[in-house]
């Protein structure tokens, strides 16, 4: 406080307290700070949404050939030649889904030399959630006409062995939530049978 005193009188100077404002320190992230967290976020966010496909995406059925047995194959040579065949086999359906799965039925077709020569037709039926089925089919044919093929035939019977080809196909629906997608599997196999002794010789089975 100041005083300044002159001859009549005395004066006071009392300086006026000024206003204290107080900053607080603003702390700046720095920008590749930033970007790491959103790099971070963003990463986290497509693998949870890759998690939520990969469970919940409907996938095929996978089909495996358990069992295939020739019952019997017989080349009728009068009046014409025809064939008759039989095969019996085991499938192995597995529904990999976490949703259970309702297939209509079981389709087994033989062919020769790329030409169908017939089918045969099993029930269906339903597949829990990651469980798996084995249906058993069994394919016969009886009088089958090979006109186009018979000359390949007629080698095939002169060597003692006749390549077949085998598919097997299962087609459903998934449950899934509300709505019931179709999904299907389907396997084929290459099948040498001996007609001396009546057995399969080989077989290489592959899904598509």
């Known amino acids: ?6 001859s009549s009188s005395t004066v006071y100077y009392v300086p ?3 206003n204290v404002v107080v900053l607080s320190y603003y702390h700046r992230t720095p920008p590749c700070l930033l970007y790491l967290r959103r790099c971070v976020t963003f990463t986290v966010s497509v693998l949870l949404l890759s ?3 990969f469970f919940l995406y409907p996938s095929d059925p996978s089909i495996k050939v358990v069992r295939l047995q020739l019952n019997h194959i017989r080349v009728n040579s009068s009046p014409k030649i025809t064939l008759d065949l039989s095969f019996s086999l085991t499938i192995k359906v597995r529904n990999k889904n976490l949703f259970s799965l309702d297939y209509d039925s079981l389709l087994v077709s033989v062919g020769y030399r790329g030409r169908e020569l017939g089918f045969a037709r099993s029930q269906g039926g339903k597949l829990r959630a990651r469980g798996s089925s084995y249906i058993d089919a069994t ?7 090979v006109v186009h093929d018979v000359f390949s035939l007629i080698g095939d019977l002169t060597r003692g062995v006749i390549p077949f080809e085998t598919d097997t196909e299962v087609k459903g629906k998934l ?3 509300l709505f019931n997608i179709p999904i299907q599997g389907r396997i084929s196999c290459e099948v040498y049978v001996n007609t001396s002794n009546q057995t ?9």
């Open 16 to 18: 006026l307290h000024p």
């Open 51 to 53: 998690l939520l496909v």
């Open 200 to 208: 399969i010789v080989h077989q290489d089975c592959y899904p598509e």
């Open 1 to 6: 406080m100041a005083i300044k005193q002159d």
């Open 139 to 145: 394919l016969d044919l009886d009088g089958l006409e």
């Open 175 to 177: 449950g899934l939530l």
